[in-house]
């Protein structure tokens, strides 16, 4: 049954993102609609139930900051929230903004099509809604299109079968089972420990060792939690302007690796090693621009995954080569000390011989070996970035599809829109710092830079706002060169896209959180420049 609507936006996703768009477009008394796949808000920590799921921003600086009352009363338990925490707290935002009655759960958009004549986007769901709309804002999430590798016989598994990213909302009994998970990203890394716990076996299919800084994480101390609520807008003003708007409490003086006596770049790491945490690579300006210094890092955390695991050969497999933080860098609990359990064992599936051939009803066939198994965990990743944009058919001016635009890799002015599609706004878009910042941060620029951008419209008469072509290409040269200068292009990571069969090798993000603001910002004072406003 079909059902016809008219509102001024359609936002689509229920996440930070989504739920910051609805609250300020109602406040701003704007119709909106926002359709969500899933049954309830949160997205990320909706969808991510997977044991051991938690943030790596600190909870104090993984918060909205645009209501001085929620940030206040909210009370974090840990410094590392872990995902029903953060659930709850989306879900206390969506009550205490009165959002729910906006949002229609369990409803996926499928296309988007900017109609010329009336210049109004016709919005199409899953349950046969068709919304007519001035504006669509895609909050559909950098890392929601979960990735599940086409590997032989995956559907025969006749035991439990779950992706990290898509994670049963009943769980997962793991007592006395044996299982396997599939994968050793942030995701598999943070559920490895907590599963050995109660299994009876842990099977580890591991293709890349990774590089992972113990989290120390632990119960959030109320005088520290008081002081940061008692400092909170300075805190936000000095995280905004850190490089991935996160962490401006721990900053410590920066310097350079290669020009540090070697003592004292020991004496650091290890202090940074102690205090742990996703601000290790920070205080050495060159380890993320010169590969020299970067194996110095390298080969301190190297050091440190020997001394841990006991058994020499597992720590061979577990011992990453390449460049630390080139992948995103992974932060755990008792990662490399869980190798020391009896119950667990570890596959190197990187080799032709030990790859995985297939799965079978009963395990995983690696070359001659075969793993019985009762549960099989994927933590294989996300379609990152662009993967819930092109599952939405979006249909542009002149009837080119976003997909067909996006052949080659995503090009956005901005991260904020393309040229073609006009009144389409993506945020935390590819071309923007997303990914590389803290996402709360982030999400919230986007959504004030979005909002302010309609009221600039409507204060003056404007129709629609459409990024201009040569914007678009200044964007993606500037978005490139800038990666450039550092050592992330070079990594197959799903920054690239690299996780992906056939997907474009293009570094989506763009680094460096306080300039892009700025720019965003000068953009704006700018009457929009970039932009063609009709
Ligand atoms: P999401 O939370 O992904 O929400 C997008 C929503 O859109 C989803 O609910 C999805 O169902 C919905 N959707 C997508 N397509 C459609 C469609 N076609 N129709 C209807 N609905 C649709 N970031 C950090 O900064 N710090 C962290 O510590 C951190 N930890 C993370 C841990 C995990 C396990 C993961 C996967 C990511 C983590 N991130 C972290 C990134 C995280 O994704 C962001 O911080 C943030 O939650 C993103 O919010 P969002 O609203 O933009 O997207
Ligand atoms: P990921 O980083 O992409 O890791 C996926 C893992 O699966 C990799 O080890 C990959 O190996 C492996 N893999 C993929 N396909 C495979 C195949 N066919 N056979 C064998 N192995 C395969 O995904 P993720 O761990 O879900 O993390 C994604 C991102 O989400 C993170 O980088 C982070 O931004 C966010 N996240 C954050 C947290 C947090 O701590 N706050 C937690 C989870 C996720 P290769 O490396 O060889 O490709």
Redesign the pocket.
Known sequence: MSEQANVDVVV???????LYMIHRMVRTGRSVVC????TDVG??????RYPG?R???ESLE?SYDFDPDLQQEWQWTEKYATQPEILRYAQHVADRFELRPHIRFS???TSAAFDEADQRWTVTADDGTVTSARFVVM??????SANMPEIEGRDSFQGTLAHT?RYPKEGIEFTGKRVGIIGTG??GIQAIPVIARTAGHLTVFQRTAQFTIPARNGPLDPAEQAEVKANYAEIVAANKRMFGAFGSRHRRPVRVALETDPEEFRREMELLWERGGSLFLSTFRDLMRDPAANQLAAEFVREKIRQTVRDPETARKLTPDGLIGCKRLVIDTDYFETYNRPNVSLVDVSAKGTSITRITPTGVQCGDEHHELDVLIFATGFDAMTG?LL??DIVGRGGQRLADVWDGGPVTYLGLGVHGFPNLFT??GPGSPS?LA???VG?EQHVEWISDCIDHLDANGYRTIEAQPESVQRWVEHVNSVADQTIFPTCNSWYVGANIPGKPRVFMPLLGFPAYVDRCNEVAANAYEGFALA
């Open positions: 689509v996703g229920a996440g930070f993102a989504g359709f969500e796949g899933g997205g990320t920590w909706y969808w991510n799921c943030c790596d921003v993984y409803t996926r958009v909050a559909t999430g950098c890392l929601s990213g942030s995701s819930s599952r939405v945020v935390t990914v803290n996402m709360i999400t």
